[in-house]
């Protein structure tokens, strides 16, 4: 995809959320009901079909974002699919990390 065909794309998507969020500012409830419920199941379609392109392959891993380096594969976490796990479900508010990144959030820094 170039750059332009990219950008066009990054600006309508984002003047489409942007004019949604506006009417549900402003819309009184029965405008506010009509809106969602043509948006939802909208959204709810392209969040299968954004999810059924990156689904994980027979290794469990994601088809899109996993690369094919010389002599192996790149493993990533497909971010799509934390994405959606994030917004889509209810995370407890802290999330017990452990393993050897555990500490991370609570290194302090010297000074
Ligand atoms: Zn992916």
Sequence with gaps: MDDNLNAT???GVKQQL???EGLLGKADDPSKSKLA???IPQ???A???LLAVHASDERGRCRECSKWWPFRFRRSRCTVWRTAHRNLISEPAEVTRTG???LLGQRQ???
């Design 9 to 11: 794309l990054h600006t």
């Design 18 to 20: 942007d004019y949604v």
């Design 37 to 39: 419920e043509t948006v």
């Design 43 to 45: 959204w709810a379609d």
């Design 47 to 49: 969040w299968r079909e």
């Design 100 to 102: 050897r990144h555990s």
């Design 109 to 111: 820094t010297a000074g």
